[in-house]
């Protein structure tokens, strides 16, 4: 597996977005991902470094509820696996629990599926289908 994306929870995505263009990168795709609530900026830097910026569209939403008990800053770490349900199935056998027990419809058409923070130190894991 390889390190997809790093996202971010911001409360003002133009403003985030400012900041990171300051260092180079720039927008790749934007948009929203309307079952989730959440409008989606991912930006690419050098090499296969992304940033993928989240902002909530509205307070009862998992982001919205993320940046009102901690803030903005990092929310999760995505892993890029040609065999999604393969990867799922392994990490269960090893004990992970999982948040999607199927994938779901991520940004960008890639098939998504997340992991508990529990099972990695307080982060929490998306596996993408990429
Ligand atoms: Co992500």
């Known amino acids: 597996m390889r390190l997809h994306h790093v996202g971010i929870a911001v409360e003002d995505l133009e403003a985030a977005k400012a900041r990171y263009l300051l ?3 720039r927008v790749e795709a934007e948009g929203e991902v309307a ?4 409008r989606v900026a991912m930006l690419r830097g050098e090499g296969e470094a992304r940033l993928e910026l989240l ?3 509205g307070p009862e939403t998992p982001v919205g509820r993320f940046l009102a ?3 903005p800053g990092l929310h999760h770490l995505a892993f ?3 065999d999604l349900e393969g990867a799922l ?3 269960r056998a090893a004990g992970a629990r999982l948040v999607d ?3 779901r419809p991520g940004f960008g058409g890639h098939r ?3 992991l508990h923070p529990s099972f990695a130190q307080g982060v929490l894991w998306e596996l993408v289908e990429a």
């Open 55 to 57: 902002a909530p569209l």
């Open 80 to 82: 890029a696996t040609l």
């Open 69 to 71: 008990k901690r803030g």
């Open 35 to 38: 079952a989730q609530g959440v």
């Open 23 to 25: 260092l180079g990168f």
């Open 101 to 103: 027990k199927t994938p």
């Open 112 to 114: 998504v599926a997340f």
């Open 89 to 91: 199935a392994a990490l």
